[in-house]
T-cell receptor
């Protein structure tokens, strides 16, 4: 099992550009989520999904979109990047909403 | 509002000593609490889960306690080693049902 994979590992964007952060898991987990991690702020939940076709907002959803068309994939879209979105992004999955989370290796994003 | 506090941003100890990390919470009634380890440049990795009816849980050199009256969990690493140096995060179920993470404590074990 590859577990949770994320691409790209690192990305530089200019303000206003759009991009998609990819996340995939091969553990057949129903629950997937996106977090951002900033110094001094800890992990903050952006969006989550409890199954294919179902998504919901977390603590900091503004500026981000998600969709869940399959159990395996949960991409995160930045529609118009802003410097405030410079962060490290982690995707996670689990069997249940509040169960043990399996995290991906992260995507480091720099918005200039 | 619900809050999780890990009251030390950083903890420095000598190799061989016991490291004790604290996780306090307010306005929660969690059924269980989780602890994760995060190494620089990597995602968090699950270590231990302790349920509200368990006072203590052990895994090798790790020990976790959970006091629902004090609203506190303690995470101990005995006979600490430099390889234990990492950031340790506690997590609880939030009001939406998702896990909410504390900001973490960075542990440094000096040889």
């Amino acid at each position: 099992n590859a577990g949770v994979t994320q691409t790209p590992k690192f990305q530089v964007l200019k303000t206003g550009q759009s991009m998609t952060l990819q996340c995939a898991q091969d553990m057949n987990h129903e629950y997937m989520s996106w977090y951002r991690q900033d110094p001094g702020m800890g992990l903050r939940l952006i969006h989550y999904s409890v199954g294919a076709g179902i998504t919901d907002q977390g603590e900091v959803p503004n500026g981000y979109n998600v969709s869940r068309s399959t159990t395996e994939d949960f991409p995160l879209r930045l529609l118009s990047a802003a410097p405030s979105q410079t962060s490290v992004y982690f995707c996670a999955s689990s069997y249940v909403v509040d169960g043990t989370q399996y995290f991906g290796p992260g995507t480091r994003l720099l918005v200039l | 509002s619900q809050k999780i506090e890990q009251n030390s941003e950083a903890l420095n100890i000598q190799e061989g000593k016991t490291a004790t990390l604290t996780c306090n919470y307010t306005n929660y009634s969690p059924a269980y609490l989780q602890w994760y380890r995060q190494d620089p440049g990597r995602g968090p990795v699950f270590l231990l889960l302790i349920r509200e009816n368990e006072k203590e849980k052990r895994k090798e050199r790790l020990k976790v306690t959970f006091d629902t009256t004090l609203k506190q969990s303690l995470f101990h690493i005995t006979a600490s080693q430099p390889a234990d140096s990492a950031t340790y995060l506690c997590a609880l179920r939030g009001s939406q049902g998702n896990l909410i993470f504390g900001k973490g404590t960075k542990l440094s074990v000096k040889p």
